[in-house]
């Protein structure tokens, strides 16, 4: 086994790498970007190098530099996690001239998989079912839409060096070839360099079921499927293990192609091979088709830990460390059933779109495990993928776990950014899921139920009305019921008037918009209106959360605070954390509402920040080039004389 190793990752992944050395005795040194040097995962490794720049390409894509890192601290092997350089060839190569262990497959195998035209043919070759289509190499418009016909619409045009849905056709009518073509094409020549395309038989009810494998470089084992059906914009949201309604004939199909294809490439460690299924007439064994093969350690990865009892990053350390295969085929099981939830910072009824901020408060379950890469205080910064964690659950029976999943969704707590956990947990109670009936369109059907998210009822107002009035207290002693304050005041809720009158320490009625609620403290929870409320109350900084009843957050308004000012109009704010990219307004300047006073660059995108009314530019507060957090105040105006 390895003494000591470099993980060249950051976040939960990387975490979870360290865990499993943490445990097997082996030292480890972490990397990280400047956006990143008080990150968990550096936290917790026993050394940090510092390797560049925020962005990806000055820092976790740097080749170079993490190789001499782990050169200057006497690490004798890299762990590359998922993402980033995991399947870069050319870095396989670059670790092994410099004389350290990939901890991962051979350059060769990450080769044969790069490309969807030639994985394909390979695996037709090793018996592997693939996808009937053309993945030839004539690329002649004709010549493909031919293939088109003799394959039979619906068909998926894909580009051959297509990831992350990138370059990918639905084509429903032959009339529409051309046209979807080019723009396929176009796409993956902008995306990927290379506009070559195959030609694919468009799936019904399909199901996407990948297998776990695992090889020593000539010999491999699987470790069962997980299903990842439940998908947005083909990103995997809820993962489960085993696949439901999976039969012992269909898995042991399964398995052993899997198994084909990895050995087919003399593949070394843990690798998935992702297979789509025709679904529409229940799991056949003649079904199933080759789609890739992902030569990492992937996201969903604990699922399949779960189920088998097997921890696959240390089965990593010990294969590449020079050890067998640690089990055979026959020793590896499958006991009860698993479940994965994505948790991101994300915005869901904006579309989804990838959030930022502080987690001014962070709680996970207990009785889930939790990978996570952030601790309450820390920053989804707009730099990297705005996960917040993966939840995952493991019960004796699907119906168990699928509960446990819910369960634990509810138990989790998130404050300081928007998040998806609302989304989760109405789709970890969705009919058709809990049924089993999955299939990669469940979530685009049910869109609208899965989104709509309940808004604050009268309990949830006056419970968040109590913790602005300092009553959160759960544990009795009261921090708000002091003698010298008002024992009826109003609370300062944004959005919300509410008056609440304190009349013991645990008895308060609370005013909203001519409805009271009457509310007792019993047992550590509040109860409103004769009911327990089974809600938390979480205040941090300017915040008011209440859990348990959905996820609700109130701004709490401070009258001598900035940001009133900034509801005046008077201050600028930045809207979330990022990079100013230019600046226009300039003090003494006199400007009309709706004048650019800034750009600030964050989620890869440019926004725009103008001014909210007329007046004159009183104070600059930032220049170009600065890092900024989300609420950092950025221009200053006063009123016009
Ligand atoms: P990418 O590499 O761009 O992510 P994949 O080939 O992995 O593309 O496919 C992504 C997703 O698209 C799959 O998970 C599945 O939901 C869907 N998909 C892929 N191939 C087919 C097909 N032949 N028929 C129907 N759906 C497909």
Redesign the pocket.
């Known amino acids: 086994m390895f003494h000591k190793i470099l993980i060249a990752n950051r976040g939960e992944i990387a975490a979870r790498v360290i865990d499993t050395c943490r445990r097997l005795g082996v030292a480890t040194v972490a990397v990280y970007s400047d956006a990143d040097a008080s990150a968990r995962h550096v936290a917790m490794a026993d050394e940090a190098v510092h390797i560049g720049g925020p962005a990806p390409k000055d820092s976790y894509l740097m080749a170079e530099a993490i190789i001499a890192a782990a050169q200057a601290t006497g690490a004798e092997a890299i762990h590359p996690g998922y993402g980033f350089l995991s399947e870069n060839p050319d870095f396989v190569d670059a670790v092994a001239a410099a004389g350290l262990v990939f901890i991962g497959p051979s350059a060769k195998a990450i080769r044969a998989m790069g490309l ?1 035209d030639a994985a394909k043919a390979l695996m037709e070759k090793a018996g592997v079912p693939v ?1 009937p289509g053309y993945h030839g190499a004539n690329q002649d418009p004709e010549h493909l839409a031919g293939a088109a016909e003799t394959v039979g619409y619906p068909v ?1 045009i ?1 580009a051959v060096a ?5 370059g ?1 056709r639905l084509v429903e009518r032959p009339e529409e070839f051309a046209e979807k073509l080019e723009s396929a094409q176009s796409e993956a020549r902008t995306a990927f360099g290379n506009p070559a395309v195959l030609i ?4 019904q009810k ?1 199901r ?1 079921i990948e297998v776990q494998v695992f090889g020593d470089g000539t010999r491999a084992v699987h470790l069962y499927e997980r299903d ?1 059906s439940l ?1 947005r914009r ?1 990103q995997k949201v809820i993962e489960e293990a085993p696949a439901p309604g999976m039969t012992a004939e269909m898995r042991a199909a399964m398995g052993q192609a899997a198994v084909r294809a990895a050995e087919a490439i003399g593949y070394s460690g843990a690798g998935t091979v ?1 297979f ?1 299924v025709d679904a529409s007439d229940g799991l056949r064994p003649d079904r199933f088709w080759f ?2 093969m992902n030569t990492r350690l992937q996201v969903e990865h604990p699922v399949t830990e779960a189920v088998t009892g097997i921890d696959l990053v240390e089965w990593q350390l010990r294969v590449a460390s020079g050890e067998p295969l640690p089990a055979t085929q026959d020793e590896i099981r499958l006991t009860g059933h698993a479940f994965e939830a994505r948790l991101y910072a994300e915005d869901v009824p904006a579309g989804f779109l990838p959030a930022t901020g502080t987690l001014s408060h962070l709680k996970f379950p207990e009785g889930a495990r939790a990978e996570t890469g952030v601790r309450p205080g820390d920053t989804i910064s707009p730099w990297y993928d705005p996960m917040i964690a993966k939840i995952i659950v493991h019960g004796p029976t699907r119906a168990i776990a699928l509960r446990q999943l819910s369960a634990a969704l509810d138990a989790t707590e998130v404050a300081g950014s928007v998040t998806n956990l609302a989304f989760l947990a109405a789709l970890s109670r969705h009919e058709g899921f809990a049924a089993g009936d999955v299939d ?1 369109g469940l979530i685009a059907r049910d869109l609208d139920a899965l989104t709509d998210v309940a808004p604050a009822d009268m309990t949830v107002k006056a419970l968040a009305a109590l913790g602005a009035a300092g009553l959160a207290d759960r544990g009795g002693a009261l921090a708000g019921f002091t003698l010298w304050q008002p024992l009826r005041r109003t609370v300062p809720l944004e959005g919300v008037e509410a008056v609440v009158e304190v009349m013991a320490p645990d008895r308060a009625r609370v005013s909203i918009a001519g409805e009271t609620a009457e509310c007792f403290l019993r047992g550590g929870q509040w109860w409103v209106d004769g009911h327990p409320s089974g809600a938390r109350i979480v205040v941090t900084p300017g915040l008011v959360s209440i859990f348990g009843r959905g996820a609700h957050h109130f701004h709490l308004v401070d009258p001598l605070d900035r940001e009133a000012d900034a509801a005046g109009g008077g201050l600028t704010l930045s809207p979330m954390p990022g990079l100013v990219k230019a600046v226009f307004a300039k003090a003494g300047q006199r400007v009309k509402a709706g004048d650019r006073l800034a750009v600030l660059e964050a989620m890869k995108m440019e926004h725009t920040l103008t001014a909210a009314r007329d007046g004159i530019v009183a104070e600059v507060l930032v220049a170009a080039g600065a890092q900024v957090e989300a609420g950092a105040a950025l221009v200053r105006l006063e009123e016009e004389a």
């Not at 297509?162 to 990138?166: N, S």
Request: charge should be positive; glycine fraction near 16%; include cysteine.
């Open positions: 969807k996808v998926l894909k297509g990831g992350g849905g990138k990918m694919e038989k468009y799936v399909p996407h990842c998908q083909h992702e789509i789609m890739e990669t």
